[in-house]
T-cell receptor, first 115, second 114 residues
Framework: GAGVSQSPSNKVTEKGKDVELRCDPI?????LYWYRQSLGQGLEFLIY????????KSGLPSDRFSAERTGGSVSTLTIQRTQQEDSAVYLC?????????????FGPGTRLTVL | DQQVKQNSPSLSVQEGRISILNCDYT??????FLWYKKYPAEGPTFLIS?????DKNEDGRFTVFLNKSAKHLSLHIVPSQPGDSAVYFC?????????????FGEGTQLTVNP
């Protein structure tokens, strides 16, 4: 079956513009995660969705960041009024049930560049 | 604060030799550790994991060692192959965190020379 897909693969935007990043998890996976990797840094947790529960937004760096997951499947990460420090690779992952030892499957990421 | 650290950004070894990648952590609540491997333009893929109740886990050419007292883990690859050339991320999770969110290190670029 298909893995996790993300679009676009690359996004270049101007400072102050809004961007939307999309993630299609593996079909049937109830848990979905967003991470980002800034240059020279490890992957940083942003937000976690599990089924119909309220998302864990504790990793979002500011209120300019938000995410939705519609119908328990596709997720969109929105960054408003982008800043240069938002430049990073944004990675989405899904796992079957979000249990501690469920493997997280990652998408290829979206490389965001804010000029 | 960087709770998981990989102090070596890069490592180069000869094909057939052993590769040793190191990882240190500071959060004593971490009890599950993973290694991920990442090729360019692809997402990280799971490689091997270890629970804190163990000090060693082996899977083929890959072995992970955990030293809880030193808060240190290492990944051994033997023998190393050119196809192992990739970025390796160490990751950890703690029982009190929601779901299974992972805390990652910065990654180590491994290059295996033929």
């Amino acid at each position: 079956g298909a893995g996790v897909s993300q679009s676009p693969s690359n996004k270049v935007t101007e400072k102050g513009k809004d961007v939307e990043l999309r993630c299609d998890p593996i079909s049937g996976h109830t848990a979905l995660y967003w991470y980002r990797q800034s240059l020279g840094q490890g992957l940083e947790f942003l937000i976690y969705f599990q089924g119909n529960s309220a998302p864990d937004k504790s990793g979002l760096p500011s209120d300019r960041f938000s995410a939705e997951r519609t119908g328990g499947s596709v997720s969109t990460l929105t960054i408003q009024r982008t800043q240069q420090e938002d430049s990073a690779v944004y990675l989405c992952a899904s796992s079957s049930q979000g249990l501690r030892f469920d493997e997280q499957f990652f998408g290829p990421g979206t490389r965001l560049t804010v000029l | 604060d960087q709770q998981v650290k990989q102090n070596s950004p890069s490592l180069s070894v000869q094909e057939g030799r052993i590769s040793i990648l190191n990882c240190d952590y500071t959060n004593s609540m971490f009890d599950y550790f993973l290694w991920y491997k990442k090729y360019p333009a692809e997402g990280p893929t799971f490689l091997i994991s270890i629970s804190s109740i163990k000090d060693k886990n082996e899977d083929g050419r890959f072995t992970v060692f955990l030293n809880k007292s030193a808060k240190h883990l290492s990944l051994h690859i033997v023998p190393s192959q050119p196809g192992d050339s990739a970025v390796y991320f160490c990751a950890a999770s703690a029982i009190e965190t929601s779901g299974s969110r992972l805390t990652f290190g910065e990654g180590t670029q491994l290059t295996v020379n033929p």
